[in-house]
């Protein structure tokens, strides 16, 4: 059935959870997983180099470091479960691309993420990333609540 899960992580709560279910899925399937995250690219807010509290190096450092910790958890959670797992660590603007290229190019054939269960007139403002790769993805998405 599935063979390579994606399992994109962004470091909160649900997408936790989001992440035992999937590698539960994979190991049940005997499936392998490929964990991502996305990093913002680094942004200035201001003319005045003074007033910049990061430079882009230290910005890269700081989320590569971050993002590592993130993807590390859910390659331990693999390793305890018994799944091989490969980690992608992807700078994007737009999490919902990422996402949808990362599972794209690692030949993924089911993507396993979060929705962080927002409802109503915040949902719609705020939008969703589960929603963007649902709407755009051409591969199956399964969505952990």
Do not use: W
């Amino acid at each position: 059935m599935f063979k390579r899960i994606l399992l994109p992580v962004d470091g909160s709560e649900a997408s936790g959870r989001a992440v035992l279910a999937g590698v539960d899925f994979a190991r049940s399937l005997g499936a392998e997983v490929v964990a991502m995250t996305a990093t913002p690219s680094f942004h200035t807010f201001t003319m005045d180099a003074g007033m910049l509290e990061q430079t882009r190096e230290d910005y890269a450092r700081t989320s590569r470091a971050h993002g590592q910790r993130m993807l590390e958890g859910v390659a331990a959670a693999a390793r305890d479960a018994g799944v091989p797992c490969t980690n992608v660590q992807i700078t994007s603007d737009e999490p919902y691309e990422a996402i949808i290229s990362a599972a794209r190019d690692q030949g993924c054939d089911l993507i396993v993420m979060a929705s962080h269960g927002r409802r109503g007139i915040k949902g719609l403002l705020l939008g969703s990333e589960t929603q963007k790769v649902l709407v755009h993805s051409a591969i199956p998405v399964l969505v952990y609540r």
